[in-house]
């Protein structure tokens, strides 16, 4: 914290659900850096109920070990109530403290290390819980543990999305006039740019839809120099790369877009480098639905425990024709391009940072 990792816009968006609700946060990372201003913090994350934040040293050949313990004592000091974390050391040490602790997890165990220490957690006598972000998940995680959960401990909890921030957005003509962007049928995609995440598709996609306009939102700036000189070689004007924008501001990015992709690959990386295909569960799918945009995905089996054939278009992964047909079916048909957002948008409300607050802290002292 500050980074620009999906993890860590989460963890942001959780502690500023948990402040919304009514409880005293304080947030303990890893020192990486110089501390933040809040306003920075706010303006970067989109967050908006203040909480401490704390900077601990953190030496990562010691694999976040003085880290947990470090953050432990701060625990302690603070007389927290309850740990929250999305570290598995750091959650089953809590436990062996009798601390009740929520533990969230987003992708599989690591190795036969990660297996025991999410072993460990349940070994504990404190209340706990533990999130998983998809159905998939949890069956990967009894596999790789070749435990059973207990089931009133666990929830399926997928991400979420403040829909305070997609209320009154412009229609997407006049999001791209605010924004100076060319005016015209524009399909968008926001996000990282890491091993799986479609951006090669997505420029097969740019040379076969020439009058089609593509806003790349995202990528770190080595990325979009690189993706630029691609596309520049084949002479390629109709897409546009703006970099990492900030999460304050990337809703109105999303609505200059009159459909919104998701070209996942059939192998997809995490900023660890670990394949997340089977279990992921993009935050941007959330506010993609928020936007009230039609959504055009990859069909991975995992998506589809969110959305379904009413609210999104799924398309075979990598598979360019049909992707194009998709694209050049929604370009001519804006009332479907409508019934598909307005049904994404019903489908959300009930996946908002709060209520996911309020459930998972729902019977936990």
């Given at each position: 914290i500050p980074s620009l990792t999906a993890n860590s816009i989460q963890a942001m968006k959780v502690c500023d659900a948990l402040v919304q609700a009514g409880h005293e946060v304080r947030m303990?990372?890893?020192?990486?850096?110089?501390?933040?201003?809040?306003?920075?913090?706010a303006r970067h994350y989109g967050v908006s109920h203040p909480f401490q934040v704390e900077w601990r040293p953190s030496l990562r050949h010691l694999r976040r070990f003085d880290f947990v313990l470090s953050a432990q004592a701060s625990a302690n000091q603070f007389k927290a109530d309850l740990v929250y974390t999305w570290l598995l050391p750091s959650a089953a040490l809590a436990t062996r403290l009798h601390r009740p602790v929520v533990l969230e997890m987003h992708a599989d165990v690591?190795?036969?290390?990660?297996?025991?220490?999410?072993?460990?957690?349940?070994?504990?006598s404190a209340k706990r819980r533990l999130l998983v972000t998809t159905r998939a998940l949890l069956g990967a995680l009894e596999r790789s543990t070749r435990m059973e959960f207990p089931k009133t401990a666990v929830q399926v909890a997928p991400n979420g999305v403040d829909l305070d921030r997609y209320a009154g957005l412009?229609?997407?003509?006049?999001?791209?006039?605010?924004?100076?962007?060319?005016?015209?049928?524009?399909?968008?995609f926001t996000?990282?740019?890491?091993?799986?995440?479609?951006?090669?598709?997505?420029?097969?996609?740019?040379?076969?839809?020439?009058?089609t306009n593509f806003l790349w939102v995202g990528g770190t700036p080595e990325a979009v120099q690189?993706?630029?000189?691609?596309?520049d070689a084949v002479r390629r004007t109709n897409v546009t790369l703006t970099g990492f924008v900030d999460n304050s501001r990337l809703a109105l990015y999303q609505a200059a877009s009159d459909i919104l992709l998701m070209p996942y690959g059939a192998s997809v990386a995490a900023s660890s480098g670990q394949?997340?295909?089977?279990?992921?569960?993009?935050?941007?799918?959330?506010?993609?639905?928020?936007?009230?945009?039609?959504?055009?995905?990859?069909?991975l089996p995992v998506i589809r425990e969110i959305l379904d054939e009413e609210s999104a278009v799924f398309c075979p992964v990598g598979d360019v024709a049909a992707w194009k047909c998709a694209i050049e079916g929604l370009s001519s048909d804006e009332n479907r391009r409508k019934m598909l957002g307005l049904n994404a948008r019903r489908t959300v409300e009930s996946h908002t940072w709060a209520e996911r607050t309020r459930a998972a802290l729902q019977d936990i002292p």
């Open positions: 303990i990372v890893p020192a990486e850096g110089p501390p933040s201003a809040w306003s920075d913090l690591a190795g036969r290390l990660g297996a025991w220490w999410l072993r460990q957690f349940w070994k504990g412009p229609a997407a003509a006049e999001a791209r006039r605010r924004l100076h962007l060319n005016d015209g049928f524009t399909a968008g996000g990282h740019f890491y091993a799986g995440r479609g951006i090669s598709l997505l420029f097969e996609l740019a040379r076969v839809l020439p009058t690189e993706w630029q000189s691609k596309l394949d997340i295909a089977e279990v992921i569960n993009p935050m941007k799918m959330f506010e993609y639905m928020a936007a009230t945009r039609a959504i055009v995905t990859s069909d």
